[in-house]
Antibody
């Protein structure tokens, strides 16, 4: 059974750095597989943020202008997303998902609120 | 950056009828296009990948098609559980982006 679960703070202050962890099980980051992050502000559409692949290659959304870093720890089956300089506009539910081409398995999501 | 434009924004359909949802890509994605269904309070669920292939466990009433930059999700014989928001997503060249979604509501 494939599972992914996001963890991290619920509340962050403006200008702080957000660190989220995706813990996964039931699959390995083998050739062709990646883990990505997607967010969804309340009542709005999905927005792809970043993805890291089995070979440590990673991509980020151009809209984030270099605020994103994504790393993986295969010994722990975890992928970590950091997003710098948080703003109230970054308030959203953050999802991690397995990428085999499309995102075929998703975590339940974690709500992050940016407020002072 | 590839932009996906979905239409319509909201679709009103009666149960039992068919629905056609559209997604247009701003440049070629080589059929690296997926469709997701999202219900309130839930994570998205993969329905279609590679533009036309149903994901595991997805009912046959869901089908996808492609013609150049235009992609279509068709749902026939709508059931009550199908009323949700639908997103298209490309996964071309190791990147990704989502459309803005189509909300399907009961007429």
């Amino acid at each position: 059974q494939i599972t992914l679960k996001e963890s991290g703070p619920t509340l962050v202050k403006p200008a702080e750095t957000l660190t989220l962890t995706c813990s996964f099980s039931g699959f390995s980051l083998d050739s062709g597989v990646g883990v990505g992050w997607i967010r969804q502000p309340p009542g709005q559409a999905l927005e792809w943020l970043a993805v890291i692949y089995w070979d440590d290659d990673w991509r980020q959304s151009p809209s984030l202008m270099g605020r994103v870093t994504i790393t993986k720890d295969i010994t722990k089956n975890q992928v970590v997303l950091t997003l710098t300089n948080m703003d109230p506009a970054d308030t959203a539910t953050y999802y991690c998902a397995r990428r085999r081409g499309s995102f075929d398995a998703w975590g339940q999501g974690t709500l992050v609120i940016v407020s002072s | 950056e590839i932009v996906l434009t979905q239409s319509p924004g909201t679709l009103y359909v009666s149960p039992g009828e068919s629905a056609t949802l559209s997604c247009r890509a701003s440049q070629s994605v080589n059929n690296n296009l997926a469709w997701y269904q999202q219900k309130p309070g839930q994570a998205p669920r993969l329905l279609i990948y590679a533009a036309t292939t149903r994901a595991s466990g997805v009912p046959a009433r869901f089908s996808g098609s492609a013609s150049g930059p235009d992609f279509t999700l068709t749902i026939t014989g709508l059931q009550s559980e199908d009323f949700a928001v639908y997103y298209c997503q490309h996964y071309h060249n190791w990147m990704a982006s989502f459309g803005q979604g189509t909300k399907m509501q009961i007429k």
